[in-house]
């Protein structure tokens, strides 16, 4: 027999009791008691279970200890079940509004002291800022009520149940519900009571709730307060100390809009806030006030009459210890380093925050697109068929969650649009929340990218369009129809301002093309930017059987149905540390760009308010990556949108090295988010003179031979290197594979979308079946010439007709040896390729090359699509650091344009090696690393990959680009490697 409660699990309906409407999160002196910490907790594998545990007098001396906040899947070493991640896929059966018996329930109790004074309160709430998925309370074993809306807020009128003294309150937390059906967002599945809960007496004539909506122009701030009290509570007084503002009005009926002379506005580069005080006799409410108008005229989305460019991330709540618990200094230290990189917005993907997060993005500064909790993707497999999104049966559950997330953070200056939720198909229960909004808050524009053809949002917006499809937003007047539009839904939504929620899939080594993105933003006002998928990976952080950390993916937790490592496509890997993509984005989006010309630099200032007056503008000049000259440059304040011209300094050109000078844009002084020093924006000028290409000596008298011999201090065994002074090195090896990257996996889009891609078909796939990854070799000849070597091999794979030729050629040149390796493919291959390298492996004997020192492209690892962050210079790194962690190894470490190459042991050189440029000037990159590509491919997390006693080095003549093809456009052609003749020249020393 059903428990009463346990029938109404599949119940559709937000809860019962939970108070509405929603109020803000306020910050007030009202007094508050935290009942986060221990709780004993049970977990049962039903919902069915039998409700004695809600009685005071429960005996719970068998039950676990539980911090809460927390999911119980976290907590406890897999003694409470694991996580489960999935992205579209529902864990469960499709079968709304119901859900499997097999429903873990958790149980949670604990007593708490209420003071004696709190009897004078008026009300006594009871407040859950997150529990997932449904939940059920009960206060000295009276039942108080329900609540379902896992990332929202909600709060019960528990005044009659508690009393001054000991109390118990209960929980019961189902993991699944009805409500799963709504939640189905990308990401794990953790159940629990996640967020505080908070017990809050309420005082008579006490202020409910206050909504300080703030307007600025011409210098002007303007303020129309909502104050929700009873009229006995009055009066209300308002201050705002800084700008001498004491209001007090003595009926509501006399809070009118006013406004305020002087004040700086706020913008997510200035966030100024000011302090605000309103208060009755009862009860004081403080909050920060920022000053702006947020507006759509046309197509442009405007904050403070200036058009806004959103260079934003999607933000989860994640941390690979405590899943979605709050951890507010792990968060503050996340939103500064998203300054750090230029980031600018937020889109809270998908689902509010907890609701301090809101607290430092306005004071640290960010535009943010405020999401609600809700997501019914699974719905597509079913061909959108029962999509809650569209039936009646569903409008309250809907209601109650817009409702909830509007009224708990409207008073952000930051939040500057609402977004509806995310991949719920499209419906009227979704146009009711849009409607319910504009109702309720006029002032913020409505988002929501499924709403394809405009019926109900107010902006337009996109995910993984192409760089051509944005581009065809961009312009005006195009008969080119828009995704699922007629001609006419496409014409009213190029009325609108246009954003992509998100785009460029930061999935493990990648993306490519943010600067083909970026460049249209300001060739097309209409397009305000967007939001990277995503800011960080959601590795959970746990051991092998044999304790070995790493961060887990789906399937890690033998979950039945998952998604891989689909989840760890952020900029940032689990750990914190940003990946070379996040350096990319930072350089692409710099707010300040230079563009050299003769003996000027343009600098040109794409804020949207702030002058560089907090910039000082640094120079340096290298020759050959050392420094032989610095200074700073003399820049006027150049106001938001302006370009200043300023000579550049005198440079002294080498005429034996290459000459770089570099220009700086640094803070002139620390900021929450940074120290005084910190690069914003910085860019390269060749200035080296003209020097010739040394060309290679031809060389005669070839003659057969068997390849053992000694040219300078390379030794070699049938006609490959064997040694290198005193170290064992071999090759070259002809390389065409790389470790698939997840792009690479990939087989999204369009047919057509690049001329290099089979529709429905993955890169890497290809290149397993043409044999990339096992190709064999075949010696065809081995000749000796004075002071030379030279062998010619036949490169092919098992059951492959189709070969590459690669004749190399060793000799001496002035003491020196130089390598050149000529490779030339057979007719017959269709696919693009990895790369076209050569492969050395160098083995530790009792001294490992260890690390490296490079002039050419750097720090960071950079392809053909991803080279921005990249600058000419002098670098050197561990060979561990030459790799990237990424949670599913990949390709990683490919730095370009070498030049100068020297590899290390314990700090001292071991081989040094120069990369010519081919005769179009074309230099190559380099891989240093401890494993071949084909072992990277065969491991599914770091700790698969073999133990290593061999340092690897490819020389690559070139690579694949990088694409976001996992989800989202593949390599643009001109970044595609094809098939082609290439030529490498290294001199070795
Ligand atoms: C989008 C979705 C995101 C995420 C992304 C792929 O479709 O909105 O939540 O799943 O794809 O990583």
Same mark, same amino acid.
């Given at each position: ?7 109404? %699990? ?12 929603? /109020? ?114 009960? %206060? ?76 600025? $122009? ?6 129309? #307060? ?74 442009? *989305? ?47 993907? @998908? ?81 009711? #929340? ?12 409505? @988002? ?31 008969? !080119? ?24 899939? &930061? ?28 800011? /960080? ?30 989840? #760890? ?8 540390? =940003? ?30 308010? $702030? ?24 820049? =006027? ?19 034996? $090295? ?15 988010? !940074? ?20 060309? &290679? ?63 429905? %078909? ?21 000749? @000796? ?19 590459? #030729? ?68 002098? *670098? ?89 093809? $996992?989800?989202? =456009? ?20």
């Amino acid at each position: 027999m059903l428990s009463e409660f346990s029938a109404h %699990v599949p119940d559709r309906a937000p809860g019962r009791g939970a108070l509405r409407p929603a /109020r803000s999160w306020l910050h007030s002196d009202a007094p508050t008691l935290s009942l986060n910490g221990t709780w004993r907790f049970r977990l049962s594998p039903t919902a069915s279970v039998a409700e004695d545990f809600a009685a005071e007098d429960h005996d719970d001396r068998g039950w676990d200890d539980l911090t809460v906040p927390s999911h119980w899947v976290l907590e406890g070493d897999g003694a409470h079940g694991r996580p489960i991640y999935t992205n579209v896929q529902f864990p469960f059966p499709i079968d709304p509004p119901h859900v499997p018996d097999e429903n873990p329930t958790g149980d949670h109790r604990r007593h708490f002291e209420m003071p004696a004074d709190w009897s004078d309160a008026e009300r006594v709430l009871l407040r859950f800022d997150g529990v997932e998925s449904l939940f059920r309370v009960w %206060v000295n074993g009276v039942e108080i009520g329900s609540a379902a809306g896992s990332r929202l807020a909600h709060e019960f009128d528990v005044t009659s149940a508690v009393r001054p003294g000991d109390n118990v309150v209960a929980v019961r937390v189902h993991q699944w519900s009805a409500a799963s059906y709504l939640e189905d967002q990308d990401q794990w599945w953790l159940p629990g009571i996640f967020r505080d809960v908070t017990l809050i007496a309420r005082p008579a004539g006490g202020i409910e709730d206050v909504w300080l909506r703030t307007g600025f $122009a011409d210098g002007h701030g303007r303020v129309d #307060m909502e104050i929700t009290a009873e009229p006995t509570a009055y009066p209300v007084t308002l201050r705002i100390p800084e700008l001498g503002v004491e209001r007090t009005w003595s009926a509501p009926a006399d809070v009118t809009p006013f406004g305020i002379a002087d004040v700086d506005p706020w913008s997510a580069e200035q966030p100024r806030l000011y302090d605000v005080t309103v208060s009755t006799a009862a009860e004081t409410v403080t909050l920060r006030a920022g000053f702006r108008t947020v507006e759509i005229r046309g197509d442009r *989305f405007l904050v403070n009459g200036r058009r806004v460019v959103f260079h934003g991330v999607n933000r989860h709540e994640t941390h690979p210890l405590r899943g979605r618990v709050f951890d507010e200094e792990h968060a503050r230290e996340d939103l500064a380093r998203m300054k750090r990189f230029n980031v600018n917005a937020i889109r809270t993907s @998908h689902y509010p925050p907890h609701p301090r997060l809101l607290d430092l993005a306005d004071e640290l500064g960010f535009w943010v697109v405020l999401e609600c909790d809700l997501e019914t993707h699974g719905f597509e497999k079913l061909d959108w068929v029962g999509n809650p999104s569209d039936d009646p049966a569903w409008r309250e559950a809907y209601l109650d969650r817009i409702e909830r997330t509007v009224e708990r953070d409207k008073n952000h200056p930051g939040i500057v649009i609402w977004s509806l939720g995310n991949e719920a198909g499209t419906g009227c229960n979704l146009a009711a #929340m849009s409607a319910w909004v504009h109702a309720r808050d006029p002032e913020r524009p409505v @988002h929501y990218e499924g709403d394809y053809t405009g019926e109900y949002t107010d902006v337009y917006s996109r995910m993984y369009a192409s760089v051509p499809e944005t581009e065809q937003i961009g312009t005006d007047g195009s008969r !080119a129809p828009l995704l699922n539009c007629t001609p006419a839904q496409g014409a009213r939504q190029r009325t609108k301002p246009f954003l992509l929620c998100e785009y460029a899939h &930061a999935m493990g080594n990648g993306p490519g093309a943010f600067d083909q993105y970026e460049a249209l933003v300001h060739r097309y006002p209409r397009l305000h930017g967007g939001f990277v998928w995503e800011w /960080r990976d959601h590795g959970i952080l746990t051991t092998t059987a044999d304790g070995t950390p790493y961060y887990a993916y789906g399937g890690d937790f033998g979950e039945v149905v998952h998604d891989g490592n689909f989840v #760890m496509d952020g900029m940032l890997l689990s750990d914190d540390v =940003p990946t070379p993509s996040l350096h990319e984005f930072k350089a692409v989006v710099q707010p300040l760009r230079f563009t050299f010309d003769g003996d000027e630099v343009r600098i040109a200032n794409l804020r949207h308010t $702030a002058d560089t007056s907090d910039l000082r503008f640094r120079w340096r000049v290298e020759h050959d990556g050392a420094s032989v000259d610095s200074g700073c440059l003399d820049v =006027p304040a150049v106001l938001a949108g302006e370009v200043a011209r300023v000579p550049l300094p005198e440079t002294v050109v080498a005429p034996d $090295a290459e000459t770089w000078l570099t220009v700086e844009a640094v803070l002139s002084a620390g900021t929450a988010w !940074a120290d005084e020093g910190h690069v914003i924006a910085e860019a390269q000028l060749d200035r080296s003179a003209h020097r010739p290409v040394r060309a &290679a000596r031809a060389r005669a008298g070839w003659r057969p031979g068997d390849g053992t011999l000694t040219l300078g201090r390379a030794e070699f065994a049938g006609g490959s290197l064997t040694r290198f002074g005193d170290r064992p090195v071999t090759g070259p090896r002809l390389e065409l594979f790389r470790a698939p990257t997840d792009n690479d996996e990939g087989a999204w889009g369009e047919v057509g979308e690049s001329d290099a891609s089979v529709a429905g %078909v993955s890169h890497a796939e290809l290149w397993r079946r043409d044999g990339l990854d096992r190709l064999t070799t075949r010696r065809v000849s081995v000749e @000796h010439a004075d002071g030379a070597l030279r062998t010619v091999d036949k490169v092919s794979a098992a059951n492959s007709g189709s070969w590459v #030729m690669a004749e190399s050629t060793w000799s001496l040149e002035g003491g020196e040896v130089e390598l050149r390796v000529e490779t030339e493919p057979s007719r017959g291959w269709h696919t693009v390729w990895p790369r076209i390298g050569i492969a050395f492996d160098l083995p530790d004997g009792d001294a490992p090359v260890d690390g490296a020192d490079w002039f050419g492209l750097g720090p960071h690892e950079s392809y053909p699509d991803s080279l921005r962050a990249a600058r000419t210079g002098r *670098f050197s790194a561990t060979v561990d650091d030459l790799s990237v962690d990424y949670a599913r190894p990949q390709e990683t470490g490919h730095r370009s344009a070498l030049r100068r190459l020297t590899l290390t042991c314990a700090d001292t050189a071991v081989l040094r090696i120069e990369a010519l440029p081919d005769t179009r000037g074309r230099r190559p990159g380099f891989t240093l690393g401890r494993h071949t590509p084909q072992e990277i491919a065969r491991a599914g997390h770091p700790f698969e990959l073999p133990s290593s006693t061999t340092t690897r080095l490819i020389v690559d003549a070139a690579q694949h680009g990088l694409g976001s093809r $996992a989800c989202g =456009p593949d390599v643009w052609p001109e970044f595609a490697l094809r098939p082609e003749s290439r030529t490498i020249r290294l001199r070795l020393t």
